[in-house]
């Protein structure tokens, strides 16, 4: 039970082959939480409007995220370093 008072969660992900799931907050925060250690793994804030959804992309290490200000970031989630961002605003 993973508990966050204060964030609605807009979507979540389940990595295909490692025990993480990805949660998009209303905040414009993202976490990935490991199910087994019952830890948070990693977090990212990648804009300040709210994440409406999130994937993972395995094979590439990649989190997707799409936001309320029409922006699609691209993190590696390893290394937390940004590899993409699209706007069509």
């Not at 389940?14 to 793994?41: M, N």
Request: charged fraction near 30%; proline fraction near 4%; hydrophobic fraction near 35%.
């Amino acid at each position: 039970e993973l508990l966050q008072k204060g964030d609605r969660v807009k979507c979540i992900d389940y990595h295909p082959t490692e025990p993480w799931v990805l949660l998009c907050l209303f905040s414009g925060k993202a976490i990935i939480f490991d199910t087994e250690k019952k830890e948070i793994r990693n977090h990212f804030e990648p804009g300040y409007q709210p994440i409406r959804c999130g994937r993972f992309i395995a094979r590439k290490q990649w989190i997707v995220f799409g936001c309320d200000d029409l922006k699609v970031r691209v993190y590696n989630y390893n290394t937390g370093e940004k590899v993409s961002a699209l706007s069509w605003a």
